[in-house]
């Protein structure tokens, strides 16, 4: 379900800013796959909606100069054009989904339920709010489950021999008991004593790390489309006609609540055929009517809807749209308590019985005003951020050495950046990064730091632009020696202290390895590739390699801070229980693994066959060549096809 609401509740915002600069500038596509082209607004908002999910993801962790990188950018416009060539193949190949499936996946969403079930206002209302009405949101939720069942489909062709899987589980389940004896760093600082000259040496080669890198204190200026509706008039006589022409908006629908028997044809339906299938209804439809207060007995007896049958058939509140065509027509043209006839529809036959009606209702518009407000400004400033954009955009152009024409003009803030660097600047908690890449690149160009004049207006969000100006320059410097010098010996002390350890281990391990003893040893562990215990990757990988012909056997390995460790490896064996719950996940894992590369190398065919073409090369994948000329020589979807 959080799979699914990542893919139908993407941001569906407006790109209003088409200022003169960007029509001459024609087609700015970034990439283009099957004939369609992915726009820059297209990449940074999915970018923006990756940064969203890593925010909310690491909370206050998140780091977004950790996501803001080249091979990040490059995997948010390969993901883009994998999914534009999920699109085209599920189209050119005439996939569909149920009308029922899609009502079943958008009812299990947790987002619209309330107290564990599905609420049609908490529905009415979310998908309001993302811009879309319920028409467009389940057709978004029918494209996702579509383009799902293409690609889970070639996942679902995998397997692993049972003769691997055996395998990988006496590798990972194998147990070693182990004795060490670890030669720590902090032991071998007091022998290192570094001189004047050494500090020196090691100051001089390594000064770029002692310098403060060059920053700038900035005056920047930000347009949204926030700022625009802050500054529009709202006549009450404008929100009440908004309100008139909007009503059902401000209401809700009429809502019923119906249980209901099905009868379905096939192997594992009602009957093998529709004949015998409505023969049985009518015979089911028959007891019903005689005894209309056991309908939930006979649905929970005949239904062959897995789920409300055992319900008692309940289907819980609904409202048009949300149920296929014949069964809303029949329940909307019932009274509470009635019973219907049969009632066909592309799932089998019905019998409906309605046994809620809430009537439709309407707030009044003093209750509703002040969102009435909201959206009528948020409207009308839709209409107006072009123009502002357009404005703001040739002004900080215009009168380049200064953003106060701007501010005065569109009524905005000046506002201050101190001590910002080619990395950007930290945003504050809960509010956009201003200094998004482009803007900082902007900042620090020659002209703009020569000349402190204004960068160009940039979107940093959707409806969101941005300038800046260099008002202080100051250009990296080195700190002086003094400064540094306890953090260099303190650095030269751990290096070459580190170094004695790792020496001093490997001279243990070789004297071992000629002569075994076990001095100095621990106590004996047992460690295992599924269960490591205190061991670091590294140290556990040297262990479970290393060759057990020969007991005792040793093996050396440098660990996390710098210290050494030589391992007394006493015997290797597999445990004398197996663990089949682990076992049965171990094999889930190899599947989904295996299915997951499949996966990978189906969508890497199809941006092939839809040819796709990367056009700035910044946002390139570094092997895309390499893997088009392996498609080409002989992949080709091949695989996934014959599958």
Avoid: C, W
Wanted: aromatic share 8%.
């Amino acid at each position: 379900m959080l799979f699914l609401m990542v893919l139908v509740f993407p941001s569906f915002v407006f790109f209003g800013v088409q200022g003169y600069n960007r029509f001459m500038q024609g087609d700015r596509a970034v990439a283009r796959i099957g004939g369609q082209s992915i726009t820059p607004e297209e990449f940074d908002a999915a970018q923006r909606q990756r940064l969203d999910r890593m925010r909310e993801m690491f909370g206050q962790n998140f780091d977004p100069k950790m996501f803001d990188t080249p091979q990040m950018r490059a995997s948010v416009l390969e993901s883009l054009l994998a999914e534009k060539a999920i699109a085209q193949e599920t189209t050119k190949a005439n996939l569909s989904v149920s009308p029922q499936r899609v009502i079943e996946v958008i009812r299990a969403i947790p987002a619209f339920q309330q107290d564990g079930k599905f609420n049609y206002e908490r529905y009415k209302t979310l998908v309001a709010a993302q811009g879309q009405n319920e028409q467009g949101f389940e057709q978004t939720v029918r494209n996702s489950l579509v383009q799902q069942a293409l690609v889970r489909a070639i996942a679902d062709s995998s397997f692993v021999p049972r003769s691997i899987a055996d395998n990988v589980q006496r590798l990972a389940e194998q147990e070693r008991e182990i004795r060490e004896l670890r030669f720590k760093v902090d032991d071998f600082v007091a022998q290192v004593k570094p001189t004047d000259a050494v500090i020196n040496d090691y100051y001089n080669v390594h000064r770029a790390e002692f310098e403060t890198p060059e920053s700038v204190r900035a005056e920047y200026v930000v347009l949204t489309l926030d700022a625009v509706a802050g500054q529009i008039a709202v006549p009450e006589s404008d929100l009440r006609a908004y309100y008139e022409q909007n009503k059902s908006r401000y209401g809700r629908d009429e809502q019923r609540r119906a249980s209901h028997i099905l009868f379905t044809v096939g192997d594992d339906g009602t009957a093998k055929d529709k004949d015998g299938a409505r023969k049985i209804a009518q015979e089911v439809l028959a007891k019903v009517r005689a005894n209309p207060a056991d309908f939930a007995k006979f649905a929970k007896q005949y239904s062959k809807d897995p789920g409300s049958a055992a319900k008692g058939g309940d289907l819980g509140l609904f409202g048009r749209n949300m149920m296929v065509k014949p069964f809303e027509e029949a329940a909307y043209s019932l009274k509470e308590g009635e019973i219907s006839n049969l009632v066909e529809s592309d799932f089998g036959f019905h019998i409906i019985r309605v046994t809620e009606i809430k009537p439709a209702q309407i707030k009044p518009f003093e209750e509703v005003k002040p969102e009435i407000e909201t959206e009528y400004r948020r409207q009308q400033a839709q209409k107006k951020f072009a123009e502002a954009a357009e404005t703001f955009t040739n002004t900080v152009y215009e009168q380049a050495d200064s953003l106060k024409p701007v501010a005065e003009k569109l009524k905005l803030q000046i506002q201050v950046a101190d001590s910002v660097t080619r990395q950007g600047i930290a945003a504050r908690p809960g509010t956009a990064p201003v200094f998004v890449p482009r803007l900082t690149e902007a900042l620090f160009a020659p002209d703009a730091v020569k000349n402190s004049r204004n960068t160009e207006a940039i979107e940093t969000a959707p409806n969101t632009l941005a300038a800046a100006r260099v008002a202080e320059y100051r250009p990296a410097a080195l700190k002086p020696l003094d400064q540094v010098r306890d953090q260099i010996r303190t650095r030269v002390e751990r290096e070459e202290a580190t170094r004695l350890a790792k020496e001093a281990g490997t001279k243990k391990l070789s004297a071992l390895g000629a002569t075994a003893s076990d001095a100095g040893f621990g106590k004996p562990i047992t460690v295992s590739r599924s269960r490591p215990e205190a061991l670091s990757e590294d140290a556990l990988k040297a262990v479970m390699r290393a060759p057990t012909e020969k007991l005792p056997a040793y093996v050396g390995a440098e660990l996390d801070g710098g210290s050494y460790a030589v391992f007394q490896i006493l015997s290797a064996k597999m445990p004398a229980k197996p663990d089949t719950a682990r076992q049965e996940q171990l094999a889930r894992t190899l599947q989904q693994t295996l299915g997951n590369g499949d996966d990978t190398a189906y969508v890497d065919a199809l941006k092939t066959k839809y040819k796709a073409e990367v056009l700035r090369t910044d946002l390139a994948v570094a092997d895309r060549s390499e893997k088009t000329d392996k498609s080409e020589k002989g992949d080709k979807a091949a695989a996934p096809a014959n599958k």
